[in-house]
């Protein structure tokens, strides 16, 4: 099983700011297929970017992901008062398909 | 559109059988996996299985096996999560999503239902 570990735990950033998170696997990640999800609280989870960087429809574009083989990442790059949420990576090229444990993105 | 509209929230006690379901919408049904995810309370996604329901082949996480069943109707275009038998444990909150292009299975979940409240207490 691909273990996901994202870092850091939590992110306190202002708006207007940059943020970058981070997503490590525990083995390579087969044809790049890592997503990211923004979930809001009482809210389901939010498709952002799939295959590492293509970003979902109608998903802005300060969002962008980078990254291949076993580092992945995003970008945010001038934050909005409605990215504060929490932000998980999945791989769904192996089995199981797993998350990672997510990032809070909160207001400093 | 597409949607993906979920049953209502359930209140059960240790030992009880449950069904949830997800029904589909704005799409053709047999022809996109459909799966599940569990997020206990303030806790992350966990992915549990999804379902082909064209023909019903299923995959489920090897933490999941065996202690739920995935399943679908395809004549209501309806996918369903089921326990036998509760535990306290089970309790969280439970999502249908549909993988994101048709007929793969190694693709992300969009869109996603709204969600499902189990609750298991004695």
């Known amino acids: 099983e691909i273990v996901l570990t994202q870092s850091p735990g939590t992110l306190s950033l202002s708006p207007g700011e940059r943020a970058t998170l981070s997503c490590r696997a525990s083995?390579?990640?087969?044809?790049?297929?890592l997503g990211w999800y923004q979930q809001k609280p009482g809210q389901a989870p939010r498709l952002l970017v799939y295959?590492?960087?293509n970003r979902a429809t109608g998903i802005p574009d300060r969002f962008s992901g980078s990254g291949s083989g076993t580092d992945f990442t995003l970008t945010i790059s001038r934050l909005e008062p409605e990215d504060f949420a929490v932000y998980y990576c999945?791989?769904?090229?192996?089995?199981?398909?797993?998350f990672g444990q997510g990032t809070k993105l909160e207001i400093k | 559109e597409v949607q993906l509209v979920q049953s209502g929230a359930e209140v059960k006690k240790p030992g009880e059988s449950l069904k949830i379901s997800c029904k589909g919408s704005?799409?053709?049904?047999?022809?996109?996996?459909i799966g599940w995810v569990r997020q206990m309370p303030g806790k992350g996604l966990e992915w549990m299985g999804i379902?082909?329901?064209?023909?019903?082949?299923?995959r489920y996480s090897p933490s999941f096996q065996g202690q739920v069943t995935i399943s679908a109707d395809k004549s209501i275009s309806t996918a369903y999560l089921q326990w036998s038998s509760l535990r306290a444990s089970d309790t969280a909150m439970y999502y249908c999503?549909?993988?994101?292009?048709?007929?793969?299975?190694?693709?992300?979940?969009?869109?996603w239902g709204q969600g499902t409240l189990v609750t298991v207490s004695s």
């Open positions: 999945q791989q769904y090229g192996d089995s199981p398909r797993t």
């Open positions: 999503a549909r993988l994101s292009v048709h007929s793969s299975s190694w693709r992300p979940f969009d869109p």
């Open positions: 704005g799409y053709s049904f047999t022809t996109y996996w």
């Open positions: 379902i082909y329901p064209g023909d019903s082949d299923t």
């Open positions: 083995q390579s990640v087969s044809s790049s297929y």
């Open positions: 295959d590492a960087s």
